[in-house]
Structures are given as C-alpha cells and as structure tokens.
C-alpha cells in the first residue's frame, strides 16, 4: 500500500482540548483502520509541527478522504505527503533513466 506522511498543526481548539490529543490520536487510528489503511506510526513533535504521522492507505484518494474528516472535526490542519519506500524509489528511478 502506498505510504503518507501526515504533518498536523493544532487549531485553537485542538490546542484548548490538548488534554484530548491521545484520545483524538485513537480515533484517528480507527478512522484510518475503517477506511482500509493502516496508520504505521504517531508522534507528537515540537517545532514545526504538532503531529507526525505515516500512514499506509490503499490510495490518495483514501488518504485525502481520511485527512478531510480528520480536519473537518477542527482540532488540526493537514499537510499529507506522498512517501516512497526504497523499493518503489528504485522503480522510479529507474523508469526515469
């Protein structure tokens, strides 16, 4: 399954709630799970960030329905990344030479 990398930035009010983010962070999880992904790995980060996540997912578009819901319940703001494993870089690479 591909991979995305998911940065978060808390709102106001996910930043009001912080006492919720595990909470918000296991539901994420199902969300994901229900969606037919997998979320791999969720850190939470100081700097830039609030939230790191990887997430496999059968497709973009399954990863971008996951990040609108997730950002349509208004306690963080989305930048989803496209991953690529060594293999599937190799591949690239290769299609490209």
């Known amino acids: 399954m591909p991979t995305y990398v998911t940065l978060a930035n808390f709102t106001d009010q996910g930043i009001r709630n912080y ?3 595990a909470k918000r962070a ?6 994901v799970e229900q ?8 850190v939470w980060t100081m700097g830039a960030f609030d939230v790191v ?3 496999e997912a059968p497709d973009d578009e399954t990863a971008t329905a996951a990040a609108l819901k997730v950002s349509a319940l208004g306690n963080v703001r989305t930048t ?5 494993g060594k293999e599937e ?8 030479g």
């Open 53 to 55: 996540s990887i997430v």
């Open 35 to 42: 969606m037919g992904g997998e979320v791999k790995n969720l």
């Open 19 to 21: 006492a919720d983010t």
């Open 89 to 96: 870089i190799e591949k690239i690479i290769k299609k490209a």
């Open 26 to 31: 296991k539901a994420f999880m199902e969300l």
């Open 80 to 84: 989803t990344l496209r991953g690529f």
